[in-house]
């Protein structure tokens, strides 16, 4: 199929940008179009306006500030899992970045891109939500900051306003004592996930914690911390434990390429495998 009849504009400045998204009533941010282009190509988004940000300078990159990495909106998959600060402070964002589809989507995606289309089977706002990672969306207004927990209403909805546009992400740096663990399910390589998980063990000084986020089982990716037994280091069938109780209580939502009960079953395995994953490098 060909897109509905759109309008295009490609402003050269954030002013002119705000001012288009916010003098149009269906207007889209688009930058890499991984995401958005299918859609309308299937005609289940038709916007009357597209406005490319890619001559917008400033939008992208990665860099330190207090204690956060700041990343650009326009941060490109491949870029953020190869770069470097994001390796070094939050490296489960770097690695799930590097799973996204294929080469070709990895080097045209967006992470604001993908934060805004809220695809629940999307591994960065999965990672995202895992992080506490904090969005900078801007109007004609000035800056709204958006927990990544409130940010994912439901399925492809999101609580930006129309016209607002994401224009950066503050990610929590990773302190020594953290591990990470991140996996996906999918029926092809480059697959949309069916299942996926992501979590963070703390465990230094006699201190420990753990972070555990699930995606695409639901309508928007969530924290799952509350479905986690009491956590134990030195166990090591906590993980075991724990990803069966987390398994069974999920709410798991039907998908008509999978049964729920075998996602379920897909889920409890993945959830081993990060949780032990966590705890190692942690």
């Known amino acids: 199929m060909k897109p509905a009849r759109f309008s295009y504009a490609a402003p050269t400045s954030m002013s002119e940008a705000l001012a288009l998204l916010a003098e ?14 299918p859609m309308m ?41 190869g770069n470097a600060l994001v390796k070094a402070h939050a ?32 591994q960065l706002p999965l990672v995202c ?23 994912f209403e439901t399925l492809f909805t999101t609580t930006l306003e129309p016209s607002e546009m994401i224009t950066s992400i503050c990610v929590p740096l990773l302190e020594p004592g953290h591990g990470w663990g991140f996996r996906l399910f999918n029926r092809r390589a480059g697959d949309f996930a069916e299942v996926s998980a992501a979590a963070i063990v ?17 309508s928007a990716p969530f924290r799952a911390d509350d479905l986690l037994p009491e956590f134990d280091p030195q166990d090591a069938g906590w993980p075991t434990r724990a990803a069966a109780i987390v398994a069974e209580a999920a709410p798991i939502e039907d998908n008509a390429r999978m049964p729920a009960d075998y996602r379920r079953e897909v889920l409890q395995a993945l959830l081993e495998d990060v949780l032990r994953d966590a705890m190692r490098r942690a």
Not at 24 to 37: F, K, M, T
Not at 62 to 71: M, T
Not at 98 to 122: F, N, V
Not at 202 to 218: H, K, M, P, Q, W
């Open 24 to 37: 149009s009533e269906d207007a889209r941010v688009i930058a890499g179009g991984q995401s958005l282009a």
């Open 41 to 81: 190509n299937m005609r289940l988004a038709q916007p009357e306006l597209l406005v490319d940000i890619n001559r917008i300078d400033g939008l992208s990159g990665v860099g330190l500030d207090a204690g956060s990495l700041v990343i650009g909106a326009m941060t490109r998959h491949a870029d953020l899992a």
């Open 91 to 122: 490296p489960v964002l770097a690695y799930a970045a590097g799973t996204i589809g294929h080469y070709a989507i990895r080097q045209r995606g967006t992470i604001g891109g993908s934060l805004a289309h809220a695809d629940p089977a999307a």
């Open 129 to 151: 939500m895992l992080l506490d990672a904090r969005i900078d969306a801007t109007s004609s207004e000035g800056v709204r900051t958006i927990e990544a927990a409130d940010l």
């Open 202 to 218: 703390f465990n230094r000084e006699g201190e420990a914690a753990v972070r555990l986020a699930l995606g695409a089982i639901a």
